[in-house]
């Protein structure tokens, strides 16, 4: 009954690593994937979660009973503290609601069906590029998706009057997608004074921000200045979603943990909103998965077990950084024409080099060096010992 299925193409980003694992060149790199590698080419499991899950293991009083379709109750509250902050005033006023989801995916996913089922506006603009995920999520959850300008080419920076055009412009209402922190796939960010006008803009025209917060903490590699431009939004009372990820900053990707936090204008709204999500979350999956939740509030939860996670969050952000460093000079030491500072400028897991498809390609055949078509690298991927041979491979690809 199936044979009249076509296949279908591999995912954009996720095909990337398909390709990587056929090749079976020595050399080969993958830069496709947004996961973070140590300099080894490792993936990280964190000394915190592992210190963390050896505790629960110990703990005999702990069982694999179903949460309740929220999740975790610790891990909603403190999750909704890491990103809004302890002093919240929506907290404190029990303005917020927060559900424990399938990480960043599943936490955008449910706010985006919650939206179609119960917001007067169904249109949601993403910013133009954004993550390749997003128009498919938000679609499949029932609104209709538009973009706003945010990248300029020409500067690889921000097109700032691009963005406040295109957002001005949208039906009073509408829903606008922001990233947090850490743009995917461009690394480009507004900064505190048009995070600013942004905000105003948006509260003037009475539209719905839903940030995505994938990298808090992964960008500067200090989680309350990534929480900034959330809690910016936050602190003028008005009324917001926020999709968290664990993915990045525990790098607890495969655990699938995340939040939901919906900011109402009152208890009572929030608390209706809630029982809302529970009629959203309930046939899709009835309940999220207990063991990453479980690490992430132990985490939370205890002084040492925090200072020790910031320590390490602050040692990947880092090392991100400096392989930024280290890939700029190593352009600049090889000559490649061209201005390569926007390496240095961008922010967070990914740099937009700029390279075209065609260049992408190449650097593929000949170097064996994966990406996504539109030239994003993850610098996670990087370390000393490969930094060379992509600099070898973009200079070839602009020279040629
Ligand atoms: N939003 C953005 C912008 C992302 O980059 C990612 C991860 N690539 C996600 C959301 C969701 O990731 P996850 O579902 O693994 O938390």
């Known amino acids: ?50 210190r963390v899950e050896q505790q629960l293991l110990n703990d005999k ?25 302890a002093d919240s005033p929506a907290i404190q006023e029990n303005r917020v609601t927060t559900v424990q989801c399938l990480s960043g995916t599943g936490s955008l996913r449910v706010g985006g069906e919650f939206l179609a089922k119960h917001y007067h506006q169904r249109t949601v603009y993403l910013p133009h590029p954004t993550w390749g995920n997003h128009p498919k999520v938000f679609t499949l959850a029932g609104l209709s998706v538009k973009t706003y300008r945010y990248y300029a080419p020409a500067t690889r920076g921000l097109d700032f009057q691009g963005l406040m055009y295109d957002i001005g412009s949208a039906p009073s209402g509408s829903v606008v997608l922001l990233h947090a922190c850490a743009h995917n796939p461009t690394g480009v960010d507004p900064t505190p004074e048009q995070w600013e006008q942004i905000r105003q803009l948006i509260r003037s025209k009475a539209l719905l921000p839903f940030f995505d917060s994938a990298y808090q903490g992964f960008a500067s590699g200090n989680l309350d200045a990534d929480a900034q431009p959330v809690r910016l939004f936050a602190a003028d009372g008005g009324e917001m979603l926020v999709a968290q990820s664990y993915a990045k900053n525990m790098g607890l990707y495969g655990e699938r943990v995340g939040a939901l936090s919906i900011v109402c204008k009152s208890a009572d709204v929030a608390s209706r909103v809630e029982s809302q999500l529970k009629l959203v979350i309930r046939p899709m999956y009835s309940s999220p ?7 992430v509030a132990a985490i939370l939860k205890d002084r040492d077990l925090y200072n020790e996670w910031t320590i390490e969050l602050k040692a990947m952000a880092d090392r991100i950084i400096s392989m930024r460093q280290q890939l700029f ?25 700029g390279l075209n498809p065609e260049q992408v390609a190449f ?14 690298i993850s610098m996670a991927g990087l370390s000393a010992n490969t930094v060379p041979h992509l600099a070898d491979a973009i200079h070839a690809a602009v020279t040629r």
């Open 289 to 295: 998965p207990i063991h990453g939740a479980s690490i």
């Open 363 to 376: 650097i593929t055949k000949e170097y064996h060096i994966y990406m996504t078509s539109d030239g994003r």
């Open 329 to 353: 000079d190593a352009l600049r030491a090889r000559g490649t024409p061209g201005d390569w500072s926007h390496i240095i400028k961008q922010i967070g897991m990914f740099t937009f080099t």
């Open 1 to 50: 009954v199936f044979a009249h299925l076509v296949r279908a193409p591999e995912d954009p980003i996720l095909g990337v690593t398909v390709a990587y694992n056929k090749d079976p060149s020595p050399v080969k790199l993958n830069l496709g994937v947004g996961a973070y590698r140590t300099e080894e080419g490792k993936p990280l499991v964190l000394n915190v979660v592992r």
């Open 61 to 85: 009083n702990r069982n694999k009973e179903y949460l309740p379709i929220v999740g975790l109750a610790d891990f909603n509250k403190l999750s909704a503290k890491l990103i809004f902050g």
